[in-house]
């Protein structure tokens, strides 16, 4: 069975500082990323990385936000700097088992594997 567990969310103010975490099991994904979603809101690619070390952000989060992997644990993280309140949603982790081209790894229809998110919410 295929799993994807984030965890790491929570409520912060404006500045502060989290760290995501998406533990995988029962597959082995070549590209993933980070998604989020807000009330109202269409789902949108944060930040993606794939097995070639190519990371993609999404302008909004760039200089704020890294993406990492623990290979050996088999965990995606997201490490979030300088939250806004704009940043808060529902984040979740998502992977596809091929590689992705860079360009596309931020679009939701390429991820067939999805966790079940954790809230992040950040207040002024």
């Known amino acids: 069975q295929v799993k994807l567990v984030e965890s790491g969310g929570g409520s912060v103010q404006a500045g502060g500082s989290l760290r995501l975490a998406c533990s995988v099991s029962?597959?082995?994904?070549?590209?993933m990323g980070w998604f989020r979603q807000a009330p109202g809101k269409e789902r949108e690619g944060v930040a993606s990385?794939?097995?070639?070390?190519?990371?993609e952000y999404a302008d909004s989060v760039k200089g704020r936000f890294t993406i990492s992997q623990d290979n050996g644990k088999n965990t995606l993280y997201l490490q979030m700097n300088n939250l806004k309140p704009e940043d808060s949603a529902m984040y979740s982790c998502?992977?596809?088992?091929?590689?992705?081209?860079?360009?596309?790894?931020?679009?939701?229809?390429?991820?067939?594997?999805w966790g079940q998110g954790t809230q992040v919410t950040v207040s002024s």
């Open positions: 998502a992977g596809a088992v091929d590689r992705i081209s860079p360009v596309r790894r931020r679009t939701v229809s390429e991820y067939k594997y």
């Open positions: 029962g597959l082995s994904f070549y590209t």
């Open positions: 990385r794939g097995l070639d070390g190519i990371t």
